[in-house]
Every structure is written in C-alpha cells, then in structure tokens.
C-alpha cells in the first residue's frame, strides 16, 4: 500500500536536496529539450547537480541529454534548468516523467519554461522555426494524475483551459519583436513514440487542428498546472513532416543545436522580463 503522500514525501526530499545545493533559491525553472541542453552553458555561476545525486530521481538514458540540472543565474534571475528531461518511450511511467516538476513545485518555482524539438504539421513553418505553444493534444494515451490524488499537491480535478499563459506567451512575442526573431504559434500534440509518426496519423493530427508533434512536454505542463506553476513552452522545429524526407534522431539533434542560439536569446529575454 503507497501512502497518501508519497510522491510528496519523495519530492520532498529531491527539493531539499537541490535546494541544499543552490546559491539562491530558484523561481524559474527551466527544462531544455533534445539538442537544446547548449542553452544551459549560458547560466553564469552554475552549479551542476546530477540527477544520480538528486534522491529519488529517475535516472538517464536517452540520447542527447545530459542528465544533470544546472543552478545558477540568467539575467540576475536565480534558476535552475534541466538537462535532459524523461520520456515515456524510454519506459518510465508518467508519474516519474514528471518527477522533476513535483520537486520544481516544493522547491516553491513559480515559472516554468519548457523546450522541445518537435516536428512540424502545419506547412508553413520551416525548419529551425521556433513555436510558442499556445494549447496542447495530448495523444499519448496516459496521464500523469492517474492516481490517487495528493490533496496537497493540487486538485483532483485540474482546469486546463489556459494550460499555457497568455501573458507568458505575449512577453515571449514582445522579445522575440525585440530581437527580430520570428516566434510562430501553434497547437502541439504529444505522441508517445518511439515510432515517428505514419502519413495517416500526421493527416489525423492536422485535421484537429494541429501544428507540430513530438514525444513530451504535454505530461510535464498537466503536472505543472495541477501544481499551480504558470508555464511557457517553446517547441524548435526540426522537421516539417512531408518536406523533409524521412526525419532521423540525428537530424533532430542537429538542428536543435543550430536553433539553440536564437532560442537562448528568448529565454534569456523573457526570464529577464518576469515580474
Ligand atoms: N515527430 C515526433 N517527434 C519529433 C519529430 C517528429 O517529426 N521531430 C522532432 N521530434
């Protein structure tokens, strides 16, 4: 029998593990996505803090992440970002998937900013593109609250009608005006994967109104509102699916990285401008 506090008790003690090892206590927490772990190098006074140190934290094994958490400053603001999050094809169950978050939530992180690489549906966008997600579909057949639910963690029920903060969205437009950058908008689906996705399923995706796919994120932003952390989430675009030939994970990462730059340049920009 779990007890009624477990992922409280166990995140509990994952928060004051980090917490222990930070200088200043984080408000932004920030989870960098595959071949966008580069953007954490640009944290001044960092701190690494592995995962296999962090107790009761799952441990690594897909590629192009690290595994570490980095603590430290990003724009004067304290931090602390992920390298490497989990994925469900790797086998983990969602609730260790989003682990991370419940420790982010005790650790008292109020903003949470996601990356990912995620490949494009809507034909308009081009590789390298960067999307702010404004809503999510989340196909991966599972949900990270099944469960019994910890009262105080958030309700049993949670409202998703603005998983995604519009305020957070317009603050990420206004630098991306900014800095001349191009910031599409679209609705991201999350699939489980490991399997890209087949000719169907994308015709599938786009009829619901879909514009990019890709193999997280969503289990991560039902945690974080369930947990009351207003969210920003920011796919790169390393395919547009039909264009392309066929996507390969190498590809993935390359083009990540090339994005990376711009990419940082908008974090940076909008932890800058949190209030
Ligand atoms: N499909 C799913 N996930 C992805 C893709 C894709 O085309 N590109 C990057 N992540």
Known sequence: MVSEHEIFDRAKDAADHVISKCRAVPEVALILGSGLGGLADGIEDGCLIPYGDIPNFPSVTAIGHAGEMVAGRLDEKAIVAMKGRFHYYEGYTLRSVTFPIRVFQLMGIKTLILTNAAGAINQDFEQG??????????????????????EELG?????????????????????????????????????????????????????????????????????????????????????????????????????????????????????????
Not at 129 to 150: K, Y
Not at 257 to 264: D, Q
């Open 129 to 150: 593109d960067l999307m702010a997600i404004v809503d999510h579909i989340n196909l991966i057949g599972d949900n990270p609250l099944i469960g019994p639910n910890e």
């Open 155 to 275: 309700p049993r029920f949670p409202d998703m009608t603005e998983a995604y903060s519009r305020r957070l969205i317009a603050l990420a437009d206004d630098v991306a005006g900014e800095q001349s950058a191009t910031l599409r908008h679209g609705t991201y689906v999350a699939v489980a994967g490991p399997s890209f996705e087949t000719p169907a399923e994308i015709e599938f995706m786009r009829r619901s109104g879909a514009d990019a796919v890709g193999m997280s994120t969503a289990p991560e932003v039902i945690v974080a509102r369930h947990a009351g952390i207003e969210v920003l989430g920011i796919s790169c675009i390393t395919n547009v699916i039909g264009a392309s030939p066929v996507v390969t994970a190498d590809e993935v990462l390359e083009v990540a990285g090339r994005s990376a730059t711009e990419l940082e340049g908008l974090v940076k920009g909008v932890i800058g401008r949190l209030s």
